[in-house]
């Protein structure tokens, strides 16, 4: 541990100390420091190179039983802190405390510096394989290394922290071609290495399929949404498994535990340990663990934090995050993990392999616009889609309308291939759906 840590340590206990002195019969410390280096490319060269720091804590305590919490980024004056989170306590209602138990846990460090230097050499390499195969398209890219320190202590001897370095990068190439423009982009979020050569191949295969433009497409025709546009559907799910959905009688799921709700080739779980969105706590101290949420389509858990898992009976599920440093903890997903069910025939074909196996059908790959709410339905302009006949892409599709509700599709499911990747913290492969309609104009 180093003298900056050993500083913050120190810092965080003279708060709750003062805390509990001057009255609050319960509290805690939330701290966040994070360093990023970001390198961008604009036009196909280096821009600049930046260097971000930020550092905040949160504290919250209870007097009476009422809740206050206040925020400070950068220096913090301890007793100035303690004054403001006990004037907002004054201001709400008793409730129940809800802190994590003693536990001063040693967490190992996540994840590796990357020199950006290195960086730099990743993004050149991407560019360069894009516009040896179009020269004529402009490329864009963001390259970054972050490390992200959180600490948490609190009044009943809870103390636990660790350090996450998360590498990540993105890459768009623009192709104008007469009155048509064209964006195409992936990205990678990893830790340890990026794959500049995979990112590139990617964003090159999609090129290749956008070389000739297709007529409108209408009617209901099997949907095949890439892993990178299939978290469309995964977030709504995740709001109908979120336990405050189901508390507010939001969630069309709230009455349907132990229930079929998606197609039995389907599991849905968090794995705490896994990929670059693994963490071993949540923002309540709560140490994360793996849970199957559906198993073969049978709806089998909600996720939650203390107060949630209170009400709902069955107790914090290890998902109390915070949507701010200046938010109470809330229910929250850190990974979700798509994959298929146990002795299911899906999960095996690449992608290639899943459009050959479309007679007649469409592929999403970048959609324009929210994605569906929590009720399901929703009503999408494709960016970036294309048109299959016989197993063979014809082209790209303009002007093109994908509507539906995301139960029906999954419950739909026609196949789930085994081209899995992380989309921001949800990793799923790409997945072919029915029970959607596209409405295209010529």
Not at 235 to 255: R, Y
Request: charged share 20%; hydrophobic share 35%; aromatic share 8%.
């Amino acid at each position: 541990m180093g003298s900056d840590d050993l500083q913050h340590d120190t810092l965080a206990e003279q708060i709750l100390e003062l805390a509990t002195r001057s009255g609050a019969e319960a509290a805690e410390v939330f701290q966040s420091r994070s360093l990023s280096r970001p390198v961008f490319f604009e036009a196909n060269r280096l821009k600049q190179l930046e260097s971000a720091q930020a550092e905040g804590l949160a504290l919250r305590l209870w007097r009476g039983g009422q809740p206050g919490l206040a925020v400070a980024y950068g220096p913090v004056e301890p007793q100035t802190l303690v004054d403001r989170a006990l004037a907002l306590s004054s201001l709400n209602e008793p409730e129940e405390i809800e802190l994590g138990e003693v536990s001063k846990a040693a967490y190992s460090d996540l994840g590796e510096t990357i020199a950006v230097g290195q960086l730099v050499e990743w993004g050149k390499q991407a560019i360069s394989l894009v516009r040896e195969a179009y020269p004529e398209v402009l490329c864009d890219a963001e390259w970054e290394c972050e490390a992200e320190t959180t600490h948490l202590i609190n009044s009943k001897g809870l103390d636990c922290s660790y350090t996450d370095t998360t590498l990540s990068c993105s890459l768009s190439a623009e192709w104008i071609r007469g009155d048509d423009f064209l964006s195409v982009y992936d990205g990678q979020t990893r830790r340890g290495s990026l794959d500049p050569e995979a990112l590139a191949h990617q964003v090159v295969l999609r090129l290749d399929w956008a070389k000739e433009n297709t007529s409108s497409m209408n009617g209901r025709v099997p949907i095949l949404f890439t892993s990178k546009a299939a978290d469309m559907l995964w977030g709504t799910v995740q709001a109908a498994l979120n336990g405050k959905q189901v508390i507010e009688g939001a969630s069309p799921w709230s009455d349907r535990l132990n229930e079929v709700v998606t197609s039995e080739e389907l599991t849905l779980a968090q794995h705490p340990d896994m990929g670059p969105f693994s963490c071993p706590f949540d923002d309540e101290g709560t140490p994360t663990r793996p849970i199957t949420f559906i198993d073969s389509g049978v709806l089998k858990l909600f996720y939650a934090d203390r107060t949630t898992g209170r009400n709902l009976g069955s107790g914090t599920t290890g998902n109390g995050f915070r949507p701010g440093l200046g938010s109470y903890p809330s229910p929250g997903m850190f990974n979700l993990i798509v994959s298929p069910a146990t002795r299911s025939r899906h999960g095996t074909k690449s992608l290639s392999d899943l459009i050959a196996s479309m007679e007649n059908g469409l592929i999403v790959d970048q959609m324009l616009g929210g994605g569906a709410g929590i009720s399901g339905d929703f009503s999408i302009n494709v960016d970036l889609g294309y048109w299959v006949k016989n197993g063979q892409i014809l082209g790209r599709v303009k002007d093109t309308m994908v509507s539906g509700n995301v139960y029906t599709a999954l419950k739909q499911l026609v196949e789930l291939g085994g081209d899995a990747d992380w989309n921001g913290s949800c990793y799923t492969p790409s997945i072919i759906v029915g029970g959607l309609s596209v409405t295209g104009r010529d």
